[in-house]
């Protein structure tokens, strides 16, 4: 039989494809944790890919994976797709994606599969890094082409002998390191929110935090002055932040395949971090270096959304992202409140607020008035040219 390795969740769509497809390939199952994960739940999900007829269930650990490559170039570049949403589960998929290929060559796999419809994003992001990184091992997506429902998935996994718990779940939760999305009947709407019960954290503290972050060029290396890795930091403060219920937005966007959609979702590490290094690099950056920065991370996140990663410009954009963070050091004191959070301040050597070049709106130490006239005049030039010449009749 040839040898498919297929993307493996555990849930309906993926354990239909495990079936069916075991049928006529040796199957491999493969689950990459991006975040998430307990081991509990890695141990049950392997469980189940077996009871499905895989030969082999491997789950690849990409965490430290995904902040490198990905997560790290989005806090540098303070990326929120529409100014909301910081990309949680879109960026995880690409690393899904590109491990999953990676595993499929290492054992000379002919095909790969995953449990894609025909009608959202991730079919785009998913067949675009398999068909970019391994031409030649062929893409099977049952689901996408049998356009089957929920009910004929169930009623054949029932007929061979698979008879597990599939009730769809009131909400859809997909957790990982950068947050977790919440899907409802709610968000198929354009009006209705969604209820405080859907969300996965719920408040159980009232009095205000205080924590202290600290970046060193552009990560997060410290909470509370404990030093860890980034990603571990990041989770550190999620636990901080999830106790307050922060992070709670819906996402409104356009799709890949040209339909809107919308989103609900839960990131309060991710929204804490990224604001607060922007506020960082508002003090330690230059204004052009932020206008500049500011137009190419909006590319970045919209090419990474859209299954681009693979792109070399993809590249070029993080090496002008990386550079721009040498400077990016400090401290930024935060607050944590219910559903919300305050950014009271930073601290850094490289502030460039430096008390020696004056007060804004106070004094100046770096300049006369006749200075400043002069200074003043020229600027207004081209103004003034502008509307003597054309005030012409």
Same mark, same amino acid.
Do not use: C
């Given at each position: 039989m040839k040898k498919l390795v297929i993307a493996y969740s555990g849930g309906l769509d993926t354990s239909y494809c495990a079936v069916s497809l075991s049928k006529e390939y040796d199957v $491999? %199952?493969?689950?990459?944790?991006?975040?998430?994960?307990?081991?509990?739940?890695?141990? #049950?999900?392997?469980?189940?890919? /077996?009871?499905?007829?895989?030969?082999?269930?491997?789950?690849?650990?990409?965490? %430290?994976?995904? /902040?490198?490559?990905?997560?790290? /170039?989005?806090?540098?570049?303070?990326?929120?797709?529409? @100014?909301?949403?910081?990309?949680?589960?879109?960026?995880?998929?690409?690393?899904?994606?590109?491990?999953?290929?990676?595993?499929?060559?290492?054992?000379?796999?002919?095909?790969?599969a995953h449990g894609s419809?025909?009608?959202g994003n991730d079919q785009v992001r998913f067949d675009m890094i398999f068909q970019t990184l391994a031409p030649n091992i062929k893409i099977i997506t049952p689901i996408r082409d049998q356009k089957l429902t929920r009910q004929e998935e169930i009623d054949y996994l029932k007929s061979n002998g698979i008879d597990m718990s599939w009730e769809k779940a009131k909400y859809s939760? @997909?957790?990982?390191?950068?947050?977790?999305?919440?899907?409802?009947?709610?968000?198929l709407t354009s009006e209705k929110p969604l209820?405080?019960? %859907?969300y996965p954290s719920q408040l159980k503290h009232a009095e205000d935090e205080k924590?202290?972050?600290?970046?060193?060029?552009?990560?997060?290396?410290?909470?509370n002055g404990i030093e860890n890795a980034p990603e571990i930091n990041i989770e550190v403060l999620n636990n901080l932040a999830s106790v307050y219920a922060i992070?709670?937005?819906? #996402?409104?966007?356009?799709?890949?395949?040209?339909?809107?959609?919308?989103?609900?979702?839960?990131?309060? %590490?991710?929204?804490?971090?990224?604001?607060? #290094?922007?506020?960082?690099?508002? #003090?330690t950056?230059?204004?052009?270096?932020?206008? $500049?920065?500011? /137009?190419l991370a909006s590319f970045y996140g919209m090419h990474l959304h859209e299954g681009q990663y693979l792109d070399p410009v993809m590249r070029d954009i993080e090496a002008f992202l990386q550079s721009s963070q040498d400077k990016v050091t400090g401290d930024v004191f935060v607050t944590l409140k219910p559903? $919300?959070?305050?950014?009271?301040?930073?601290?850094?050597? $490289?502030?460039?607020?430096?008390?020696k070049f004056g007060s804004y709106g106070e004094e100046n130490k770096a300049w006369t008035a006749d200075d400043a006239k002069g200074f003043i005049k020229i600027l207004g030039n081209q103004n003034k040219i502008y509307q003597q010449v054309n005030s012409i009749k």
């Open positions: $491999h %199952a493969v689950s990459v944790n991006t975040g998430g994960f307990t081991q509990e739940e890695i141990n #049950h999900i392997e469980t189940n890919a /077996y009871k499905m007829g895989v030969s082999t269930y491997k789950n690849i650990d990409a965490v %430290a994976t995904f /902040y490198q490559k990905v997560v790290k /170039y989005l806090v540098f570049g303070n990326v929120l797709k529409n @100014n909301t949403y910081p990309l949680s589960v879109s960026a995880e998929r690409i690393i899904q994606a590109i491990e999953i290929v990676e595993y499929a060559k290492s054992i000379d796999a002919e095909y790969i419809t025909g009608a939760v @997909n957790k990982g390191l950068w947050g977790t999305s919440v899907g409802g009947s709610e968000t209820p405080n019960e %859907a924590e202290k972050l600290t970046f060193k060029k552009g990560e997060l290396v410290a909470v992070g709670r937005d819906i #996402h409104v966007g356009d799709t890949i395949v040209g339909i809107k959609g919308r989103v609900g979702f839960e990131a309060a %590490a991710a929204l804490i971090t990224i604001k607060a #290094h922007h506020l960082l690099e508002k #003090h950056l230059t204004k052009w270096q932020l206008q $500049h920065k500011e /137009y559903y $919300h959070f305050s950014l009271d301040g930073i601290s850094s050597k $490289h502030d460039l607020m430096s008390a």
